[in-house]
């Protein structure tokens, strides 16, 4: 198998060389998840967006490397500080043999902002896109953008006529329980087209002989089929019932090495795990103490992170697959300060014991602490030697671990007091998108993912500003001021990126990225 396996170099990421075209081939893989929906815009979740970006396409798209390239524009160019201009590529034509104009840009823009969408959340910064002609279209932004392309790998394209004719003129609304047709079918014009699909089973994808791209890839047809146990479906893997798996458990992997018909491959994911404190309240939710919150003292936050060994949660937990973060930002990130990824203070318990007595906190405190456990690499295991960390400065952890589906909840309602999250940056592959999500003043449209509710204005300022400077030197240097001060601050305490893990059997191609994507159109298959 060749794998792209990305590493840090000054010239960024670098991947293998893809084999020349073999015979069509059947390709099987799996993950631990399956896609919650086959409509493109009904939700915000990762893995389903990378999905149905095998079968739906967008004007742009990433490469395998996170570089910006054509995909159904040919071209574009800035007409004016809030306006681009966007060639359409003619001849292209829906699974369905319909064709592909600006009509069908324009509908999917106004999906999106129907109420079932997740994916707006994506394209906030877009004001309209408008028809020039039948092959050109402007989108119109409510600031100058210079990240736009960026948003634009999210506005998945749907044929207007088929939506019409099924009924499907509105984003599945999931949360409601509100399906529509395009739920589970499709209609794109991706490489892929949608055969057959059996939620949490098997789904079935055709190669789109008609693809106005050439293909990279040789397959004929793609069968996914999500397997949520680790140990089934590494079993599955080394009897030959799935050609890869993009989910492999990391205690697995030694064992996966061995095996001379498999190889692994592994590189550092977009995706920084790090640690969130309530900031807000004036008396935190789970803890003992009272009538006032310990997580507003910058000392206090201080101390939590220098109670924190991240080499050793690499060494003793993570096997070894994680990279320490100094900042919240993967240093892949498009605009990512690579300067500023070394720890801002080190792992050291009798500097965070005398911080916290110098807080007031003398003996330390009790609080609770919320964590996934099926969401991250190895969540579950990471808060439990945290929690021992923490209790040798004198910080007790009443551990409160839940599945994904109840500690969301958490996260949306605020009701967190310590807490583990992470961030890739996604969909824009961009800090501008993590800063948002994760650093800003918590509003209806940014913050989304500061539940602790942080808040500094000095900060804030910086966004527009990073949102809107096109000069790259000098997006460079607000976006250094700006992680600056949020490190300062100790806003959050940055652990580490986790590690994207994939196996195959031998023969076959795949180019792996750090946004964990499997691009299908780039997959090569060699007789078994």
């Given at each position: 198998m060749k794998l792209s396996l990305f590493k840090r170099t000054a010239m960024g990421l670098a991947a293998c060389a893809i084999m020349s075209t073999a015979g069509a081939a059947t390709f099987t893989w799996s993950s631990n998840l399956d896609a919650l929906s086959m409509d493109p815009h009904s939700t915000n979740n990762s893995f389903t967006n990378a999905f149905v970006s095998n079968i739906y396409e967008s004007l742009v798209r990433f490469n395998d490397k996170l570089q910006i390239e054509p995909a159904l524009a040919t071209s574009w160019k800035v007409v004016s500080p809030t306006v681009w201009r966007y060639t359409l590529r003619q001849g292209v034509k829906f699974h369905n043999g319909e064709t592909f104009d600006a009509d069908d840009v324009v509908f999917s823009w106004q999906r999106v902002n129907t109420p079932g969408s997740l994916v707006k959340g994506n394209l906030s910064d877009l004001k309209d896109v408008r028809k020039v002609d039948a092959y050109t279209v402007d989108v119109e932004t409510h600031s100058p953008l210079p990240t736009l392309n960026n948003e634009m790998v999210q506005l998945l394209i749907m044929d207007k006529g088929w939506s019409e004719q099924n009924r499907a003129t509105e984003a599945s609304d999931l949360g409601r329980q509100k399906e529509n047709f395009a739920n589970r079918n499709a209609n794109g014009t991706g490489p892929f087209k949608l055969v057959a699909r059996e939620v949490d089973t098997r789904t079935t994808l055709a190669a789109n002989t008609g693809w106005w791209d050439k293909p990279k890839h040789n397959l004929t047809e793609v069968l996914f089929q999500p397997i949520k146990s680790d140990a089934t479906r590494t079993s599955s893997l080394i009897s030959g019932g799935i050609d890869a798996s993009i989910s492999v458990p990391l205690q697995d992997v030694p064992r996966l090495k061995s095996i001379t018909t498999l190889d692994v491959v592994q590189g550092p994911e977009l995706r920084t795990i790090f640690m969130g404190m309530d900031q807000s309240r004036d008396e935190l939710l789970y803890s003992d103490v009272k009538g006032k919150n310990p997580f507003k003292d910058l000392r206090v936050r201080q101390a939590l992170y220098q109670a924190i060994d991240v080499e050793a949660l690499k060494r003793s937990v993570m096997r070894g697959a994680s990279w320490p973060a100094g900042n919240l930002l993967s240093p892949y990130l498009n605009g990512s300060p690579v300067s500023l990824n070394k720890r801002l203070l080190p792992f050291n318990p009798e500097a965070s014991k005398a911080l916290l007595k110098e807080a007031g906190y003398p003996n330390g405190f009790t609080v609770g602490m919320q964590c996934p456990n099926d969401r991250y690499v190895y969540d579950e295991a990471l808060c439990l030697a945290m929690s021992s960390m923490f209790a040798k400065v004198g910080i007790k952890t009443n551990l409160m671990i839940e599945p994904t589906v109840k500690w969301s909840v958490r996260l949306n309602s605020n009701d967190v007091s310590l807490y583990m999250v992470g961030h890739a940056g996604l969909p824009?592959?961009?800090?501008?998108?993590?800063?948002?999500?994760?650093?800003?003043?918590?509003?209806?449209?940014?913050?989304?993912?500061?539940?602790?509710?942080?808040?500094?204005?000095?900060?804030?300022?910086?966004?527009?500003?990073?949102?809107?400077?096109?000069?790259?030197?000098?997006?460079?240097?607000?976006?250094?001021?700006?992680?600056?001060?949020?490190?300062?601050?100790?806003?959050?305490?940055?652990?580490?990126?986790?590690?994207?893990?994939?196996?195959?059997?031998?023969?076959?191609?795949?180019?792996?990225?750090?946004?964990?994507?499997?691009?299908l159109w780039l997959v090569q298959v060699n007789s078994k």
């Open positions: 824009m592959a961009d800090v501008y998108g993590l800063l948002k999500d994760v650093v800003a003043t918590r509003t209806g449209k940014e913050g989304s993912l500061n539940a602790g509710k942080y808040s500094n204005p000095k900060f804030d300022a910086y966004l527009p500003q990073i949102a809107g400077e096109i000069d790259p030197a000098k997006r460079a240097k607000l976006i250094e001021e700006a992680v600056t001060i949020e490190r300062n601050d100790v806003s959050h305490i940055p652990l580490h990126q986790q590690p994207v893990t994939w196996a195959a059997r031998k023969g076959i191609s795949l180019s792996q990225a750090p946004d964990n994507q499997m691009r």
